[in-house]
């Protein structure tokens, strides 16, 4: 158990980037690559995706989530159900796993949300030069 913060990219099809990092508390590898999955589909929503495909580096949680292997952990059995609630209103969505050394922006956001409280998330849309404008929510 530890500080926990999660991040990631989005890119629309209009070619527009996203940059997030969100603040996840204290908890498990587990319960941070779980909320920071859900986060990733929470923004996604609210950028008006409604066909997604997404990359992670999480294989046990991608698993979980395309529902190839059950989830165990009962204190995470909220925040699973939730993932599905939201990966549900989709239209298209598929998740693919990649490895770590191909996912250094996510894990450098990951670092960045280390330093936001717990349920806070900060995410602009990634244009040249960079503004450094970040939009803040809190969603949860």
């Not at 990631?8 to 204290?26: M, Q």
């Not at 690559?33 to 609210?46: D, G, I, V």
């Not at 409604?50 to 204190?75: C, H, M, P, Y």
Request: hydrophobic share 40%; aromatic share 12%.
């Amino acid at each position: 158990m530890g500080r926990c913060g999660g991040g990631g990219t989005i890119t629309l099809l209009d070619g527009r980037i996203y940059h997030f990092k969100v603040g996840l508390g204290d908890g498990t590898n587990f319960r941070e690559e779980l909320l920071s999955f859900w986060t990733l589909l929470w923004l996604a929503k609210r950028l008006n995706c409604e066909v997604f495909q997404a990359f992670g580096d999480s294989l046990g949680i991608i698993d979980w989530v395309n529902e190839k292997s059950t989830i165990r952990n009962i204190v995470l059995t909220h925040w699973y159900q939730r993932v599905l609630e939201i990966k549900s209103t989709f239209t298209s969505i598929t998740i693919q796993h990649i490895y770590r050394d191909l996912n250094d922006a996510a894990n450098n956001l990951s670092k960045a949300g280390l330093l936001l409280e717990e349920g806070i998330l900060m995410y602009k849309e990634v244009c040249l030069p960079d503004t450094n404008n970040w939009e803040t929510v809190h969603i949860y």
